[in-house]
């Protein structure tokens, strides 16, 4: 079996730091708006948590699901959502929220999709954002942090669904030969 180790990239500290900024610039580019959140899941449900009790806009939140083959996407196209939301966004402000943007496909598609739907604007929160692996041009109006390209875990983030709980956020390392 493989071992693995944890090696900490951002605190708990740090990651409610940057939240409660992002809070602050969204609340100020919302300010008299009411915003349609729609999370991303699985990933987005910790940081979606964090954020919007930052929040001072009035809110509406909901959720999608989009199907993965196998472990990513590797095409960009149609969007086929696992869940849909359920909610009407036809006139309304939708920020999509998620907790890593990587090659950028998912957010694509699913944009390509929401979009058809007449919404009066889209934009994009991702706590983390790696852009060594992004394959198509998307545009990520609020980031928490920069990423390398090493796989990340915790905050809502897993690896074979594990490690989404851990408070901080973690790179995943193959363990050293002892
Ligand atoms: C992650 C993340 C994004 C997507 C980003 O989801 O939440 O939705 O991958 O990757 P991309 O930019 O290369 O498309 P994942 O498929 O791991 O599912 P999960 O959120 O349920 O863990």
């Given amino acids: 079996m493989m071992q693995e180790r944890l090696q900490l990239l951002f605190s708990r500290e740090q990651i409610e730091q940057r939240i409660r900024e992002l809070a602050e610039l969204i609340s100020a580019d919302y300010t008299g708006r009411h915003v349609a959140i729609v999370g991303v899941l699985k990933g987005c449900f910790v940081f979606l948590a964090d954020l919007i009790r930052h929040l001072n806009v009035d809110i509406t939140v909901d959720f999608v699901q989009v199907a993965s083959y196998g472990s990513r996407r590797e095409t960009a196209g149609a969007c086929t959502l696992?869940?849909?939301?359920?909610?009407?966004?036809?006139?309304?402000?939708?920020?999509?929220i998620e907790d890593i943007i990587d090659t950028g496909l998912t957010l694509s598609n699913l944009i390509a999709d929401l979009r058809v739907r007449a919404p009066a604007s889209i934009r994009v929160c991702a706590l983390l954002n790696k852009q060594a692996r992004r394959r198509v041009a998307v545009a990520v109006d609020y980031v928490g942090f920069e990423v390398e390209d090493v796989f990340v875990v915790g905050c809502g983030l897993d690896f074979s669904e594990r490690y989404r709980g851990l408070p901080g956020i973690y790179a995943l390392l193959p363990d050293e030969p002892a």
């Fill in 82 to 96: 696992v869940k849909d939301l359920g909610i009407d966004i036809d006139g309304r402000d939708v920020l999509i």
